[in-house]
């Protein structure tokens, strides 16, 4: 078994490390500052640096690294895993910047595997070229949406076109006023069997009757990565019917084969938010003294960052091979790993950020730090695409049937 990386992977590696030091890193400051500014808070694209540093991510070649096929880096997601685990370590501009940033990316994969040529023309090629962003809507407020089967948004035909009518919240990037498109999922036929009923649809942000209502907040925090989470409501909202993805009722499948990629992409960001975080660690506990020695030296703060790496460790060539199954019996065969990523990874990173914070004292808390906002945003991992329970309960159901069968 050969753990190194390929050649391919160890060169862009080296470009992106390069490109983080002298331009991602410090530009973090100057992108909070320069937020700040802005009359809308939420207006993510818009502010200065972050046009200056993709310019510079596309012209080093560091550009929608995570699509596999041509119209991507073309990278497999070995290749694309030690990089996205890099942009992680800065998540708030990093994968935006390499226009490698959820929802987009998933969004990006929807329209490249089931987009008709009209709709790849119309919002694929922007949202490639990073001119726009975009939104996935699925989640609702009145229904439990782990069980996407919930999903109450009507869809329904008249004519030409399709009207949609429903409510959503915390769509990721949808309060960016940049996000043009919406990919949103809802009912076109609520009598057909249980996973054929949903479709997915593409609705402009500009349509008559969507509403942006609010954003959400997490820990009160705007979680601005993305450019804020979005409650939206859809009123008689006509759109042509060559706006649907796919053909009727393809909904669920097409939101299955999303949330693969999607997932170990939240994963791999995820290792490089901890090892920032085991970096901070230890550096605090180097200088800073309690009881005439350095934190460094107590057993109990060793036992902390020991236990860090090991667990980081483990984490690491679990998404590995994950990635490594995915490029070679595809998503559906890996589902199992994938499942077993999505539990572990934000689970044992939180873990490490709230070591990171206890060795920060009140400090890790505060706004000077990263700490407690990466510890908010690695919280909601627990939930985005699918909380913890709905892939422990799936996980432990196969594992019985497998046993079962060997017995
Ligand atoms: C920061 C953030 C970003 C998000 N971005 C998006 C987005 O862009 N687009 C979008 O559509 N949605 C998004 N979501 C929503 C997310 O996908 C949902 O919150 C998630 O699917 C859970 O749905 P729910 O909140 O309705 O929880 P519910 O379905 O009400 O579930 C509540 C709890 O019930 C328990 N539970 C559910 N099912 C089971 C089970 N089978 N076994 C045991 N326990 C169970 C779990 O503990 C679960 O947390 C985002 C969420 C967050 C926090």
């Known amino acids: 078994m050969d753990f190194a990386f390929d050649a391919r992977t160890e060169q862009l590696r080296a470009s992106l490390l390069d490109f983080m030091d002298t331009h991602v890193y410090p530009a973090e400051p100057v992108f909070r500052e320069q937020l700040s500014q802005l009359d809308n808070r939420w207006a993510w694209d818009s502010v200065p640096i972050m046009s200056e540093l993709r310019a510079e991510a596309r012209k080093r070649g560091l550009w929608n690294l995570f699509l596999p096929g041509a119209e ?62 975009s939104a996935f ?24 076109d399709y009207v949609l009518n429903g409510r959503k919240w915390w769509i990721t990037g949808a309060m960016n006023p940049n996000a043009q498109i919406f990919v949103v999922m809802g009912k076109t036929d609520p009598s057909a069997s249980r996973h054929r009923q949903q479709s ?18 997490v820990f009160g925090y705007d979680d601005h990565d993305h450019g804020g989470h ?20 393809d909904g669920f499948a097409i939101a299955q084969a999303r949330l693969g990629p999607g997932r170990i992409h939240h994963c791999m960001r995820a290792i490089g938010v901890a090892e920032r975080a085991i970096e901070a660690m230890c550096a605090r506990a180097d200088e800073r003294v309690a009881f005439g020695k350095p934190l460094s030296e107590q057993g109990v703060i060793r036992d902390w960052i020991a236990e860090s790496r090991v667990k980081l460790e483990q984490l690491r060539l679990l998404v590995l091979k994950t990635a ?17 990523i999505k539990i572990a990874t934000p689970a044992t990173v939180q873990w490490i950020l ?3 914070i206890q060795v920060h004292g009140a400090a890790g808390l505060s706004q000077d730090f990263s700490l407690a906002a990466s510890y908010a945003g690695n919280r909601t991992l627990r939930f985005a695409d699918g909380p913890d329970e709905v892939h422990k309960n799936a996980l432990a159901k196969n594992e019985l049937r497998k046993q079962r069968e060997a017995r």
Not at 137 to 160: C, L, Q
Not at 326 to 339: F, L, P, R, S
Request: aromatic residues 4%.
């Open 72 to 133: 991507g880096a073309g990278l497999t997601n070995l290749q694309y895993a030690p990089l996205a685990e890099i942009t992680g370590r800065s998540g708030h501009l990093a994968p935006a910047t390499l226009n490698c940033a959820a929802p987009d990316t998933g969004n990006m994969e929807v329209l490249a595997q089931f987009g008709t040529e009209a709709q790849r023309k119309e919002w694929l090629e922007p949202l490639l070229e990073g001119q726009i962003r």
């Open 230 to 249: 979005a409650e939206l409501s859809f009123t008689d909202v006509r759109v042509p019917a060559a706006n649907l993805i796919g053909g009727e009722g």
């Open 200 to 217: 997915m649809i593409l609705v402009p942000r500009d349509t008559p009757g969507v509403e942006i209502i609010r954003g959400m907040e």
């Open 324 to 340: 490594w199954l995915m490029d070679t019996v595809g998503n559906k065969g890996a589902h199992t790993e994938i499942q077993a």
């Open 354 to 356: 709230d070591k990171a």
């Open 137 to 160: 809507a699925m989640t609702e407020p009145d229904v439990a949406s782990s069980d996407a089967t919930n999903i109450g948004t009507r869809i329904e035909r008249d004519g030409d």
